[in-house]
C-alpha cells in the first residue's frame, strides 16, 4: 500500500516510521531541513521500547510523488490552507485521507445528521479549502494519544511507553479506517478503527484542553504545575466542562480526571500548543479551545473557567504573535 505522510515534524515522522515498519511504501512531504535530513538518513524514531531507522522516499513536491492510496495529513491547523494545492496532487480515485491532528477538525459536521449537519467551520477551514480539495467523503478522523518531540531534523523521540491512534470516519464506518490501521499497529502502538471517531475527539481534547491552557499559561509541561493543589482544582474543572460540552454535543466521554491528573504530573513533554506559542508559531488556537467554546455557547453549556483561561492565552497568544491569523502557513 502506498501511503504518503504530508507533514514531516514530530507526530508525520513517527507515523511514517510506524508505517514502515508495517510494510507499506511511504513518501513524506516535507521541507527545509527535515526533507534535507531525511533524503540523506531516512526517519528515526526513538520509542521507549526500540529505536529504528525508515529510509522513506521523501520531496517537497507532492506532485513527484503522486496519487496514493492513502495519504496522512500530520501538520499543524493553520497550515491546511497553505497544504491544499499539494495535497490534491496526492489523490486518487477514492484515496483516504486520515487527518491526524488534534481539535476539532475541518470535517466535524460533515455526516453529523441534525440540524448542524453540514455546518462549515470558517476558522479551521478558511475558505472551505479542504472541503473543497479533500471534501468530507475521502476524510477519516485520526486521534493520537502519544507525546512526540522532533529532537532534531528527520528524528522523533516518543516519551510515552504505549501510544495509541484512533481512526475512524465522519460517517461512522471503519473499513478504510481498519486497512490504514493494520499497517500502523505494532506491540506497543495500538491502533483501532472505531464507528465514533467524534467521541475520541472529545476525549482528547479534554486531555487537550487541560494541558494546552495551563501549559501556555506556564510555559511549562503538566509535570511541573498539576501537582499544585490549586492548578490540579482547576484542571478537574476544565475537564468537567469539556465533558458537559462533548456530552452536550452528542459523544458523552469516559474520561477519568483523576486518572489524566496522575498521568500528567509524570509527563515531561510539554503541549506541542505549548511549543508553538513559546516560538511565536501560529497556534492551533481555535481547533483546541475556539471552536470547542463555540460549541459550549451553541449548546447553551457554562464554561466559566475555560472561559477565563481562553481568555488570558489568546491574550499571550496575540502578544506573542502565534494567534493563527487564515493566511499562515
Ligand atoms: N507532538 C505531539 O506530541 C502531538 C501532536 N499532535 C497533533 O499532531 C499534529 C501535528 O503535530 P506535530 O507533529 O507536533 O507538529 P510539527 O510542527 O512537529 O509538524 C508539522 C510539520 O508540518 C510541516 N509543514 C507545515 N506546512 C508544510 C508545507 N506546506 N509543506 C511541507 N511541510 C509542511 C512542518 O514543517 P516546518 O517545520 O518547516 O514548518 C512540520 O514539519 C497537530 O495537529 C498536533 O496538535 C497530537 C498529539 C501529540
Ligand atoms: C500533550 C499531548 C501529548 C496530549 O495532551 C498532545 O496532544 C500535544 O502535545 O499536542
Given at each position: 500500500m502506498k501511503v504518503c505522510i504530508y507533514g514531516a515534524g514530530a507526530v508525520g515522522c513517527y507515523l511514517a516510521g510506524r508505517l514502515h515498519r508495517g510494510g507499506a511504501q511511504v513518501s513524506v512531504v516535507a521541507r527545509g531541513a527535515n526533507l534535507a535530513a531525511i533524503r540523506e538518513r531516512g526517519i528515526t524514531v526513538e520509542t521507549p521500547a526500540r529505536r529504528w531507522q525508515s529510509?522513506?522516499?521523501?520531496?517537497?513536491?507532492?506532485?513527484?510523488?503522486?496519487?496514493?492510496?492513502?495519504?496522512?495529513?500530520?501538520?499543524?491547523?493553520?497550515?491546511?490552507?497553505?497544504?491544499?494545492?499539494?495535497?490534491?496532487?496526492?489523490?486518487?480515485?477514492?484515496?483516504?485521507?486520515?487527518?491526524?491532528?488534534?481539535?476539532?477538525?475541518?470535517?466535524?459536521?460533515?455526516?453529523?445528521?441534525?440540524?448542524m449537519d453540514g455546518r462549515r467551520l470558517p476558522r479551521i477551514d478558511p475558505g472551505d479549502a479542504m472541503w473543497t480539495t479533500v471534501g468530507p467523503d475521502r476524510a477519516l478522523g485520526g486521534v493520537i494519544l502519544a507525546s512526540c518531540d522532533l529532537v532534531a531534523p528527520g528524528e522523533v523521540h516518543v516519551e510515552t511507553p504505549k501510544s495509541t491512534l484512533y481512526l475512524g470516519e465522519p460517517a461512522g464506518g471503519t473499513a478504510r479506517a481498519e486497512a490504514l490501521a493494520a499497517l500502523l499497529r505494532d506491540d506497543d502502538f495500538t491502533v483501532a478503527a472505531v464507528a465514533d471517531i467524534r467521541q475520541a475527539i472529545w476525549a482528547k481534547l479534554q486531555m487537550n484542553l487541560c494541558s494546552g491552557l495551563f501549559g501556555c499559561l506556564s510555559n511549562r509541561a503538566p509535570s511541573a504545575t498539576f501537582h499544585i493543589p490549586a492548578v490540579a482544582e482547576a484542571v478537574r474543572r476544565v475537564a468537567a466542562e469539556a465533558g458537559a460540552i462533548a456530552a452536550a454535543m452528542g459523544h458523552p466521554t469516559q474520561f477519568d480526571a483523576e486518572a489524566n491528573i496522575a498521568r500528567a504530573t509524570k509527563q515531561v513533554h510539554r503541549s506541542s500548543i505549548v511549543q508553538d506559542l513559546d516560538a511565536g508559531r501560529p497556534m492551533e488556537f481555535h481547533p483546541t479551545f475556539g471552536t470547542?467554546?463555540?460549541?459550549a455557547r451553541m449548546m447553551g453549556v457554562p464554561t466559566p473557567t475555560m472561559d477565563l483561561l481562553i481568555a488570558l492565552v489568546e491574550a499571550r497568544a496575540r502578544a506573542a504573535g502565534a494567534y493563527p491569523t487564515e493566511t499562515q502557513a
Open positions: 529510509p522513506v522516499a521523501a520531496s517537497d513536491d507532492p506532485a513527484a510523488l503522486g496519487p496514493q492510496d492513502a495519504v496522512i495529513v500530520a501538520v499543524k491547523a493553520p497550515a491546511l490552507p497553505a497544504i491544499a494545492p499539494g495535497l490534491a496532487q496526492l489523490l486518487g480515485d477514492g484515496t483516504p485521507v486520515a487527518f491526524v491532528m488534534n481539535g476539532i477538525p475541518w470535517w466535524y459536521f460533515a455526516h453529523h445528521g441534525g440540524p470547542p467554546q463555540e460549541c
